[in-house]
């Protein structure tokens, strides 16, 4: 597709559960990042990947936060045991050159 | 981290009116990003800025590069309702091409 593509778009799990977010990258954008963004903030960086390698992790918030990107292309964000604090609109972005394109977004909601 | 001050933090206007909104850095940016955000959607790119002093148009929108590189406006002009959400200022500091900050956000209100 022309842009980056998140799915779901919405989530609703229980405190406890693991979650998958998914995000598709604009084609040829070999940087990914993965940003949290809670009701009414701004924009927090949790992992950035370069291809399929993450140099800067420094952003994901616990070890229950996970992400890997396989085939320079799709990227998996996983939180393991969910708690409700975790709930957040999840944001995928992709970089060409200086600039950056997000995707929609997951809104994930933790019971 | 790395802080951009984003200010006002909210906007309540007219229809019809011009819009200003600015970031601030305390270091030295190489590119300054403007986004706008939807409720429910993911920021959309507006503007990019990619040089000192550089002036840049988009539809009523414009936006400048600082010439001292650690700030950027946006500016507005016959705000209509459609321009409400919230406008992101981000940028990438000089030498440092792979990591982006973020204001905190303008969030803007248009009165029809």
């Known amino acids: 597709g022309a842009g980056v593509s998140q799915s779901p778009s919405n989530k609703v799990t229980e405190k406890g559960k693991d979650v998958e977010l998914r995000c598709d990258p604009i084609?040829?954008?070999?940087?990914l990042y993965w940003y949290r963004q809670s009701l009414g903030q701004g924009l927090e960086f949790l992992i950035y990947?370069?291809?399929?390698?993450?140099?800067?992790k420094s952003g994901l918030p616990s070890d229950r936060f996970s992400a890997e990107r396989t085939g320079g292309s799709v990227s998996t964000l996983t939180i393991q045991r969910t708690q409700q604090e975790d709930s957040a609109v999840y944001l995928c972005?992709?970089?060409?050159?200086?600039?950056?394109?997000f995707g929609p977004g997951t809104r994930l909601l933790v019971l | 981290g790395q802080q951009l001050n984003q200010s006002p933090q909210s906007m309540f206007i007219q229809e019809g009116e011009d819009v200003s909104m600015n970031c601030t850095s305390s270091?030295?940016?190489?590119?300054w990003l403007w986004y706008k955000q939807d409720p429910g959607e993911g920021p959309v790119l507006l503007i990019a800025?990619?040089?000192?002093?550089e002036l840049t148009s988009n539809g009523r929108l414009t936006a400048q590069f600082g010439i001292t590189r650690k700030d950027s406006f946006l500016n507005i002009s016959a705000s209509i309702p459609s321009d409400v959400g919230i406008y992101f200022c981000?940028?990438?500091?000089?030498?440092?091409?792979?990591?982006?900050?973020f204001g905190s956000g303008t969030k803007l209100n248009v009165k029809p």
């Open positions: 981000a940028g990438q500091l000089l030498g440092n091409f792979n990591k982006f900050y």
């Open positions: 972005a992709t970089r060409r050159a200086e600039t950056q394109y």
């Open positions: 084609s040829g954008h070999t940087a």
């Open positions: 990947f370069q291809g399929n390698s993450a140099p800067d």
């Open positions: 270091s030295i940016f190489n590119t």
């Open positions: 800025l990619y040089k000192a002093g």
